[in-house]
């Protein structure tokens, strides 16, 4: 296939996925597993043997057939945990949301989590954490990397400790719970990743946080690494 062919192909899966963003997670799983499996399948069509833009087109359509399967079954799952987790946070200020690579981010404030400069979990993020684990366990490809926060107020001997604490903590629940530790990923960043400067107590308090992240690993990857800082 001439690089003319492969980049009409490109071009063409582009513009079929662009309209991602007003599209419901499955929705998005599926357009972007078919254009994945268009490009893929137009490739090997279009070098396994004679045929020209026939043999291309019929390989990438193919390609894109398989891959929205592939594509839907991944966007159903992550829209079925969201769905799960919103219902176990509803009337709390714990925060559900879809990051933009396509992980579910679950944000918990130290009020609902942690007593101030303790580490031990709060009765009410329990429950959360208990619907939490049960989709976890239901999906055993899934990871969760905890991740835990403080303001600035004391010292980095002091808040560095309590950050991975309470990441930790949460961490053993969860695998209370029967999730295994080697799918849970825990790292302390005390003070060093605030969202809102800390120079009100109101904002102070929005920094002090434990952050969850889960996704699934694409198959043959190792163990889950902490993000790059």
């Known amino acids: 296939m001439n690089k003319f062919k492969l980049g009409a192909l490109v071009l063409a899966v582009t513009m079929a ?23 893929l399948g137009g490739l090997v069509g279009g070098i396994a043997g004679p045929g020209g833009a026939g043999r291309t087109a019929a390989g990438a359509a193919i390609g894109a057939a398989i891959g929205a399967v592939g594509g839907n079954i991944w966007g159903k799952r992550q829209q079925d ?14 925060q559900v949301t ?7 981010k679950i944000n918990v404030p130290a009020d609902t989590g942690f007593a101030t400069g303790r580490a031990d979990i709060n009765p009410a993020l329990r429950p959360i954490l208990d619907q939490l684990a049960t989709t976890l366990v239901q999906n055993p490809a899934a990871q969760v990397e905890v991740y835990g926060h403080t303001d600035n107020t004391g010292t980095d001997a002091i808040n560095n400790p309590l950050s991975v604490q309470r990441a930790q903590n949460v961490a053993g629940y969860l ?19 605030p969202v809102v400067a800390n120079d009100t107590a109101a904002n102070r308090a929005v920094n002090r ?16 690494q902490a993000r790059a800082y």
Request: contains cysteine.
């Open 175 to 193: 695998g209370s719970r029967g999730v295994a530790p080697n799918r849970i990923l825990t790292k302390g960043l005390g003070s060093t990743e």
């Open 98 to 104: 879809q990051t933009a690579d396509n992980r579910l």
């Open 81 to 94: 945990q969201k769905l799960a987790m919103e219902r176990a946070t509803a009337g709390t200020n714990v």
């Open 209 to 224: 946080r434990v952050e969850l992240y889960t996704y699934e690993r694409d198959p043959g990857q190792g163990q889950p």
């Open 17 to 39: 996925t662009a309209g991602c963003a007003d599209m419901s997670e499955t929705q998005k799983g599926t357009a972007m597993g078919a254009g994945a499996g268009a490009v």
